[in-house]
């Protein structure tokens, strides 16, 4: 399984972005896809993840403000982000788990709150 992550960027408090994570290879592996994400004082975070039957569990920090998805014929996992904070500056990786729980990820994208 190959995981492309993109959509970070500079953005200013209390503004959006959208994160994608393409797959590629062999999708029928993958049960679980998820968002974690990393900044140098802490360590890798989960964020947000999606099964392959639509369940959703969420990082409090992320409930009420992320929302994550997938669309299955584009073999595509989103992250939507709103009213983003300061601390939600990070370096956002897309993960992969299978059956049998080996993970695959994405090479991650950056992403800075600041104004």
């Known amino acids: 399984v190959q995981l492309q992550a993109s959509g970070g960027g500079l953005v200013q408090p209390g503004g959006s972005l959208r994160l994608s994570c393409a797959a590629s290879?062999?999708?029928?592996?993958?049960?679980?896809m998820a968002w974690y994400r990393q900044d140098p004082r802490n360590q890798r975070e989960l964020v947000a993840l999606?099964?392959?039957?639509?369940?959703?569990n969420y990082a409090e920090s992320a409930k009420g403000r992320f929302t994550i998805s997938r669309d299955s014929a584009k073999n595509t996992m989103y992250l939507q982000m709103n009213n983003l904070e300061p601390e939600d500056t990070a370096i956002y990786y897309c993960?992969?788990?299978?059956?049998?729980?080996?993970?695959?990820w994405g090479q991650g994208t950056l992403v800075t709150v600041s104004s």
């Open positions: 999606i099964t392959t039957s639509g369940m959703t």
């Open positions: 993960n992969a788990r299978t059956r049998s729980r080996y993970d695959f």
């Open positions: 290879g062999s999708i029928g592996l993958i049960n679980v």
